[in-house]
């Protein structure tokens, strides 16, 4: 197909456009609102026969997607921040009944103050909840999570619900040319949905959600845990076929120059591509350094990120969130991911970017310049005004 | 109208072994719904008693397709269901004519589960949603509700030394429901089974979302011998306390016992038989509180005028 030009949003409508789920629950938040007002105008052409539920609140449309998958139906939501957060209840037990819901998330701060840039706090309030987690780059990537995660949640191993995660503004609403894949190729790409003990099929019932007890509920976890690590052969599985349709190479990790550098930031988003650009620059004026994008944040690459480590003077973690009292997310997931693999370089986190900061390629060089000089401290507050 | 003795020959869709109170109406009450359909039903239940008592893992009551998500939220887990059953019946996928219910306690009627009960009735589902109305959190342990009795004594409006029970009289939810331009609302007992099953049989035909509002006595909470369950359920409706009625597409219409006591064709009985009736209005007893009993008295005839006023309309 040819390229088109669309922020990430719309890219997303497209797909589910292409996808034509069975049911669509929507309420708006900035910056995801484009979503469900262009997927809007879809089923209001006729473009697809979905059922659209204009819902009550976040809580509800989660409630509404969990109530619709486990009848049978491929069901979609999106949203940010607080939505996310109201809906917090709700991803647990989508989790826990292994319903493949997928969600787009406009990742956003959380208030207070009230703030409706991007930062992950929102994504990272629910990492521990059962959903596998997919951050997105730019718009192409935007697109081609979204077709990819319905592959993910609906497969056999997995049965799990699934968060395609973009940067808000900057991959939400930034217009990028991208190239979407043909409609029919996304009909079998995605293919038809087979649901798992629907509740509709009265013939057979099943109960969802039942009260456990202690003699069971930590059972029913590990069955959780263990789809959980069926993630990554099921991911590598799907980007593989991705591959062949595209020709788009999409792993778990991405690694620019870092085979032989010496300096090496990891970061999550659309940071990951101005590093990139923070990279190219460097280079050029002979610096030994790289950059490693994770993709899948849920399940945790633990492997593949200390194997890229493996060798580096040092290391620096950006998290777009704070976890009070604590270092970022993402950095202590890369540092146990080191420690368990015998490397240590020296590791530092970089909190940045909260409530929508431009980070910007000058931002940016800083890290690699306190990297080199190791003056960098253990937790770092790039450009903070103090 | 069937008998009951056709009933018994229709499939169990709730079975024996739940581990609800012995004396519970609340098993009583979801028994008769299931019976005014015979049409394939989906259940969502909000947490609460009955969830809890009738889905422990790896046991299950239920013999239908049953989910339970959580407390607030039971009429948008059914606005999922039902939506997916739309558009599956819309893509052929499907073919049986389904019927959908939710059954939830007051708690998740009255209060914390009323937006999502109020979105989806604006949203037009065809659901039928169900309060097993037993007046408090009983499944936490006889914590006031929206839909606590004024004079109540629960464990977190106790009556003391200072104040005797629960403050405020209960909300409305019936006519707040039936303010919403529903297709059908009614209140209902399970005293008066046939009462019940006609007004659950027209909840599941409305053809959009319908309401029933069901006292459910708790011999638990309420503290009264749990042999006396229905007859506790009779006493409500005898007192006016609970009258029988339904909203069927804007016209109100009082039933069965109600409407005899509104025709002057049976006896209104005061609200001091329900009120002595009960270990929660123990309290209520001493003369000291009579003016709270007349309080209580008052509004009770308040409301049921009203009510008359409405059904002549
Ligand atoms: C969000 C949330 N808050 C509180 C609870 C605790 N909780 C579980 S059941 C319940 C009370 C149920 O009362 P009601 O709906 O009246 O049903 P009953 O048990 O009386 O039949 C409460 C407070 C919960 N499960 N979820
Ligand atoms: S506490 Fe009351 S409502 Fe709960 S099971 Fe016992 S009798 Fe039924």
Redesign the interface.
């Known amino acids: 197909m040819k390229r088109i030009a669309a922020n990430g949003d719309q890219a997303v409508a497209l797909s589910w456009k292409q996808i034509n789920p069975?049911?669509c629950?929507s309420y708006p938040i900035t910056p995801q609102t484009i979503i469900v007002e262009a997927f809007s105008d879809y089923v209001a052409d006729g473009e697809v026969?979905?059922?659209y539920?204009?819902?009550?609140?976040e809580?509800?449309s989660m409630?509404?997607?969990?109530?619709?998958?486990?009848?049978?139906?491929r069901?979609v939501t999106a949203t940010a921040s607080a939505g996310l957060a109201f809906m917090w209840?709700?991803l647990y037990?989508a989790a826990s009944?292994r319903l493949p819901i997928v969600m787009t998330v406009a990742n956003r701060a959380l208030s207070g103050p009230i703030n409706i840039h991007c930062d992950h706090s929102d994504a990272m309030g629910s990492r521990d909840s059962g959903w596998v987690q997919i951050f997105a780059e730019n718009v192409q990537e935007a697109y081609d999570n979204s077709l990819m995660s319905f592959r993910i949640a609906e497969h056999p191993d997995v049965h799990l619900p699934v968060m395609n995660c973009l940067d808000g503004f900057i991959v939400t609403h930034a217009i990028e040319s991208f190239t979407p894949v043909e409609d029919d190729q996304v009909k079998k790409f995605v293919g038809e949905y087979k649901p798992l003990l629907p509740?509709?099929?009265?013939k057979n019932?099943?109960?969802?959600?039942?009260?456990?007890?202690p003699d069971?509920y930590y059972e029913h976890k590990y069955q959780q845990a263990m789809a959980m690590n069926n993630v990554i052969p099921v991911f590598k599985e799907v980007a593989a076929e991705f591959e062949k349709l595209t020709g788009r190479k999409y792993d778990l990790i991405e690694k620019y120059m870092v085979d032989d550098a010496e300096y090496v930031a990891v970061a999550m988003g659309s940071t990951a591509g101005t590093l990139k650009a923070v990279v190219d620059d460097l280079r050029k004026e002979g610096h030994k350094v790289g950059c490693i994008k994770v993709r899948l944040f849920r399940p945790f690459p633990y492997q593949e990120i200390a194997k890229a480590l493996e060798g580096k003077k040092a290391v620096a973690v950006m998290d777009r969130v704070i976890s009070f009292g604590a270092v970022g997310p993402l950095f202590s997931d890369v540092r146990s991911a080191e420690f368990d693999n015998r490397i240590h370089p020296r590791t530092v986190n970089y909190v940045y970017g909260l409530g929508g900061r431009d980070v910007g390629v000058e931002d940016l060089k800083v890290v690699f310049r306190e990297m080199e000089a190791g003056t960098a401290k253990n937790i770092n507050y790039l450009g903070v005004k103090q | 109208m069937i008998s009951i003795k056709e009933m018994t020959a229709k499939p169990v869709r709730l079975t024996e072994g739940h581990r609800l109170c012995a004396g519970c109406s609340e098993p009583v009450v979801a028994k008769q719904v299931l019976l005014a359909t015979d049409k394939?039903?989906?259940v969502?239940n909000a947490t609460g008693c009955f969830?809890?008592s009738t889905?422990?893992?790896?046991y299950?009551s239920?013999?239908?397709?049953?989910?339970?998500?959580?407390f607030?939220?039971t009429a948008?887990?059914?606005?999922?269901?039902?939506?997916?059953?739309?558009?599956?019946k819309?893509?052929g996928k499907?073919k049986?004519d389904?019927r959908f219910v939710c059954f939830a306690g007051d708690g998740a009627t009255y209060d914390i589960g009323f937006?999502?009960l109020?979105?989806?009735i604006?949203?037009g589902h065809q659901f039928l949603f169900v309060c097993m109305n037993n007046e408090a959190y009983m499944n936490t342990g006889i914590q006031r509700s929206g839909a606590t009795e004024k004079g109540a004594s629960t464990t977190t409006c106790p009556s003391g030394t200072c104040i005797p029970g629960k403050r405020e009289f209960p909300k409305d939810i019936t006519k707040i429901v039936a303010a919403h331009e529903l297709p059908y609302a009614a209140q209902a007992s399970p005293h008066n089974w046939k009462d019940l099953i006609e007004k659950a049989a027209k909840g599941f035909e409305a053809g959009g979302p319908a309401f029933l509002n069901v006292i459910s006595p708790c011999p638990r909470g309420w503290r009264y011998d749990s042999a006396l369950t229905i007859d506790m359920s009779k006493l409500a409706v005898e007192t006016c306390l609970w009258p029988l009625y339904e909203y069927d597409n804007g016209k109100w219409r009082i039933t069965a016992e109600s409407k005899r006591i509104a025709e002057g064709k049976a006896e209104k009985r005061p609200i001091m038989d329900w009120l002595k009736s009960q270990g929660r209005f123990k309290h209520l007893m001493d003369p000291k509180h009579s003016a709270l009993v007349e309080e209580i008295q008052a509004n009770v005839d308040r409301k049921w005028d009203e009510l008359i006023r409405l059904s002549k309309h």
């Not at chain 1, 539920?53 to 609140?57: F, I, N």
């Not at chain 2, 887990?77 to 997916?84: D, F, K, L, W, Y």
Request: some cysteine; proline content about 6%.
């Open positions: 069975d049911v629950a026969d979905t059922e539920v204009c819902s009550e609140s809580h509800s409630s509404i997607c969990i109530g619709a998958a486990a009848a049978g139906a069901s209840e709700m037990i009944m509740l509709l099929d009265w019932p099943h109960s969802y959600g039942p009260f456990d007890m069971y | 394939p039903v989906v969502s969830e809890v889905s422990g893992y790896p299950s239920w013999n239908v397709p049953w989910i339970h998500s959580a607030e939220n948008a887990t059914i606005s999922g269901v039902e939506s997916a059953y739309r558009v599956l819309r893509k499907i049986d389904m937006q999502a109020s979105g989806a604006e949203r």
